[in-house]
């Protein structure tokens, strides 16, 4: 989660395979994965690195389900689970080949690629955009009209997301009040600001596992057509690494398909892989059923995980031109995302 700060945890090492603890749910599935493993232990496995965007938690769940049950392993890949967080980057371990895949944002590629990186978008998780402003329902802000007036608690850096979300609404950005904030749901219930400008996974949870209701407005319901965890790859390895690319996505795919089938479970193997990451399970488990509904909607249960359509490129566009990005249809490119679903 980039788009705001977080206070870092200890970092934790990449995962690889081989080294993760089972679940009780996850046994059989771990059981399956090996027999076919014992099959396939002749064939030389590929190392590949995928750079995650932020410290480990369910937002990455259906990688570790890719992992754990070894469906990268079977396709001749041994993946590296790279953590992020402040300090690790995503894009320079793609730049230079540690990692053959990152998950980004299309800010911060387009960004990028405005530096010289060769960049191409090859797979969007999420398709809605997770920002939201929160409230609480009694004073609540249902939509950008009810904004003018209203104290938001914010970090200054997200300033051109509101102004952006103002723009796309008609809405007088000068008429908020923005109260900087640190990233966390107290200013809001103490009555110091109006609303918070956060992920719809995170403070929201935070507050309803606390027994505080929030209501939000997603931002992407209002025109922020900002895709988030996006897939990267370099132009290179798109030439290059086809074969590695289209199993990685592959097993992205098959992960975040199972994730989809059970989200508690996808929780709870989270928090068993990453015992000293102070992952609380509850709160893992509700996170993991808010991120559904981002990740999953009519598009993919039309033509699968990941997949973009060139009106959502455009609005991308749109929305990257108010945040003084500019680039063009050619940043995306849907050719492996072709080969995992025809497959």
Request: glycine share 10%; charged share 15%; aromatic share 6%.
């Amino acid at each position: 989660m980039r788009d705001h700060p977080i206070p870092a945890k200890p970092p934790v090492p990449p995962v690889t395979p081989g080294t993760l603890p089972l679940t009780r749910r996850g046994v059989i599935a771990g059981l399956a994965g090996l027999a076919a493993w014992r099959g396939t232990t002749a064939r030389a496995q590929a190392p590949v690195g995928l750079q995650l965007s932020w410290l480990h938690s369910v937002q990455f769940a259906g990688s570790y389900l890719a992992l754990q049950n070894g469906w990268w392993r079977d396709a001749g890949l041994e993946v590296s689970l790279m953590q992020g967080g402040p300090n690790a980057p995503v894009e320079p371990p793609v730049v230079a080949g540690t990692a053959l895949v990152g998950i980004s944002a299309a800010d911060y590629t387009a960004a990028a690629v405005a530096q010289g990186a060769p960049f191409r978008i090859i797979g969007v998780a999420m398709q809605k955009n997770p920002f939201v402003i929160a409230s609480l329902p009694g004073n609540p802000i249902a939509t950008p009209a009810d904004l003018p007036g209203k104290r938001i608690g914010m970090a200054v850096a997200n300033t051109p997301v509101l102004q952006a979300l103002c723009r796309l609404n008609d809405v007088d950005f000068n008429a908020i009040q923005i109260v900087p904030t640190q990233y966390s749901a107290q200013p809001l219930v103490a009555g110091e600001v109006d609303g918070l400008l956060c992920w719809e996974t995170d403070l929201p949870v935070a507050m309803a596992v606390q027994g505080i209701a929030a209501q939000t407005m997603l931002m992407a319901d209002h025109g922020y057509a900002l895709q988030s965890q996006t897939y990267i790859a370099t132009t290179d390895s798109l030439a290059n690494r086809r074969k590695d690319l289209v199993a990685l996505m592959a097993g992205e795919v098959r992960g975040w398909n199972a994730y989809r089938a059970d989200t508690d479970a996808a929780a709870d193997l989270t928090v068993a892989m990453f015992p000293d990451a102070g992952l609380d399970r509850g709160v893992q488990r509700l996170q993991a059923e808010r991120q559904v509904p981002l990740m999953f909607s009519p598009l993919t249960d039309a033509h699968g995980f990941g997949w973009w359509t060139d009106e959502g490129v455009e609005a991308n566009i749109r929305t990257l031109s108010l945040l003084g990005r500019k680039v063009t249809p050619d940043l995306w490119d849907r050719s492996i995302l072709d080969e995992v679903h025809a497959g």
